[in-house]
């Protein structure tokens, strides 16, 4: 006879639930109708009242950890290192699911991406400047602002996508995993 895997409660056939795990090697799960319920009621409890705006003060805040990481494995390295950008994407969603208190769901996945999307953009910027600073820098030009007016920003990134398109694919990586990194779980139980 099998036993609930939560609380030990012999389980009679029928009264039982089998519950598949996120990750396909581990065992599943036995659960009681009681503690089944506990769990679903759970998971539901992730994606209800979410603090929206600590989700965006600590996603801008891993922005800015994120933008500085990138900048500095770029201007160190001289090369364009795409498992950076995947990275700021999974740091995004993560403190974006924190700072909703632990929250998760499709406002908060919403909110990753577009936090995310304004992470690359704006180090991809700030990359592009460094390099272009350097050149014109040895030709003489020291004048140069630090922010342009955000169209023509916009353009410097679109310049530099279009000359390593390669980019965008770590982009769309990146923008994924800030999309499913706070994700609503699923409970996913079967009657045994």
């Not at 990750?23 to 009681?34: E, I, N, S």
């Not at 600590?58 to 922005?63: D, E, I, S, V």
């Not at 969603?93 to 632990?102: E, P, Q």
């Amino acid at each position: 006879m099998a036993t609930c895997s939560n609380c030990g409660t012999e389980l009679r056939p029928g009264q039982d639930f089998l519950v598949s795990p996120a990750d396909k090697k581990a065992p599943a799960v036995h659960l009681c109708a009681g503690c089944a319920e506990k769990a679903e009621a759970a998971f539901e409890e992730e994606s209800r009242a979410p603090r929206i705006p600590q989700a965006l003060l600590l996603g801008l805040l891993a922005t800015v950890v994120g933008c500085v990481l990138w900048y500095a494995v770029v201007v160190i390295t001289n090369f364009e290192v795409g498992i950076v950008a995947i990275a700021i994407g999974w740091l995004v969603g993560t403190a974006v699911m924190f700072g909703a208190g632990r929250k998760r769901g499709l406002i908060l996945q919403i909110v990753a991406v577009l936090i995310t999307l304004v992470a690359l953009l704006f180090s991809e910027y700030l990359i592009v400047r460094h390099f272009v600073v350097k050149n014109l820098a040895e030709e003489g030009y020291t004048r140069i602002p630090l922010f342009l007016p955000p169209l023509n920003m916009l353009r410097v990134v679109a310049l530099a996508i279009k000359a390593r398109p390669i980019s965008l694919l770590f982009w769309a990586i990146a923008l994924w995993q800030a999309f499913v990194t706070p994700t609503k779980r699923a409970f996913r139980k079967v009657p045994v």
